[in-house]
């Protein structure tokens, strides 16, 4: 894996601090994982192609918004936290838009 960057960004509810990373792998993939949170809550830390992310939000309905939720199949019986988490980091990276008066 190698590392394109290495970031931080607040929580979707500004209560803590995330840090994660972006990589690619031996085929030029891009990943995500979620490496560290200042809150102390459990996350999960493995990669998650962003093909894989891409996949649920492009299922998603384009009327509804998108939430934790949507994420929830890539963390299966892992922390409840990492969706939310990796949400967070979407919306920082500027790769979702949070709509105006929500959080």
């Known amino acids: 894996m190698k590392i394109l960057k290495n970031d ?4 979707i509810s500004g209560k803590s ?8 792998d031996a085929d030029d993939a891009i ?6 949170s200042s809150g102390g809550g459990f996350f999960s830390n493995e990669w998650i ?9 492009d299922a998603h309905p384009e009327d509804k918004p ?3 939720i949507v994420l929830y199949p890539l963390f299966r019986g892992k922390s409840v936290n990492t969706p939310g988490f ?12 949070p ?3 929500k959080k």
Not at 17 to 24: A, D, H, R, S, V
Not at 49 to 57: G, Q, V
Request: some cysteine; aromatic content about 4%; hydrophobic content about 50%.
């Open 17 to 24: 601090t995330l840090k994660y990373q972006i990589g690619c």
């Open 86 to 97: 990796l949400l967070a980091v979407l919306v920082h990276e500027k790769l979702l838009i």
């Open 31 to 36: 990943l995500l994982r979620i490496t560290g």
């Open 66 to 68: 998108i939430t934790s």
């Open 99 to 101: 709509m105006q008066g």
């Open 8 to 11: 931080t960004c607040p929580s």
């Open 49 to 57: 192609a962003f093909e894989k992310i891409r996949a649920l939000l």
